[in-house]
């Protein structure tokens, strides 16, 4: 279950992001009022609203603002009207990409997300054009002095599926539905994860070269400041050089 980890590249991509991620308690409000809509607001019996409050706290989003949006997704509070849409499309070097959104007014959202695809020289394409590439995946990473037999161990007893062994950390992969009992059980063990959260990871890889890396960065960035977009993954490998070059 050891070797290469393709959430590295996430991570190192993320790391950039987030420093200039200043919507992201807005955005993490949404995805709270909307979860909780669909799965009610209790946190034990809706996994993805579990997810989406793990997200928040790592944001160091206080418990009370986290509370008034499951209150207003669970119909105690009046809430927006919003509807999720995932747009998909090909980006430098072929890259494919998943952007999702949350929305009030689709005909906004796609004018939006398509005018940034096409600044940067890249194209929308059709529902189930990439998609089937991502899967749905919780990632929980630890330190890497902790023992790699006792996360293994604990993990799998609570349902992961694969534990993947860096330099830098112990990543352990979960469905949604195992997410929530995977991290109780290694907590309970007291082993503390240094993050935890449900991605899209890429079931292929392709590596691009500094000047198509630098384009999808930007077209990256360009979404993820949308109001509109809440999430936006690609399958774009970037090798340690570019990174290195490029400091994400």
Not at 31 to 36: G, R
Not at 237 to 248: E, P, T, V, Y
Request: hydrophobic share 40%; glycine share 8%.
């Amino acid at each position: 279950m050891a070797g290469h980890s393709k959430w590295a590249n996430i991570k190192h991509r993320k790391a950039g992001q987030d420093a200039k991620r200043g919507k992201v308690f807005t955005k993490i409000i949404r995805e709270l009022t909307v979860a909780a809509k669909i799965g009610g607001g209790n946190v034990s019996d809706n996994p993805r609203l579990r997810a989406v409050v793990d997200k928040a706290l790592n944001a160091n989003m206080t418990r009370d603002t986290i509370d008034r949006a499951i209150a207003r997704g669970s119909g105690s509070a009046e809430s927006e009207n919003l509807e999720e849409l995932t747009y998909e499309g090909y980006g430098p070097g072929g890259v494919a990409i998943l952007c999702q959104t949350l929305t009030d007014n689709k005909n906004r959202t796609v004018a939006e997300v398509r005018h940034g695809f096409s600044k940067y020289g890249c194209s929308l394409g059709t529902s189930g054009s990439v998609s089937y590439l991502f899967t749905q995946t919780g990632i929980i990473s630890f330190a890497s002095h902790f023992s790699e037999e006792e996360i293994m161990e604990h993990a799998l007893d609570a349902g992961a599926h694969d534990i993947v062994v860096t330099a830098d950390s112990i990543d352990v992969m979960t469905t949604l539905e195992s997410f929530g009992a995977v991290q109780d059980s290694l907590k309970d063990a007291g082993i503390e994860s240094v993050s935890a959260e449900m991605t899209m990871l890429a079931s292929s890889e392709i590596d691009l070269n500094q000047g198509d890396a630098e384009k999808l960065l930007q077209l990256i960035e360009h979404l993820e400041d949308l109001d509109d977009v809440q999430n936006v993954f690609s399958n774009a490998k970037f090798s340690a050089d570019i990174i290195a070059k490029l400091q994400i």
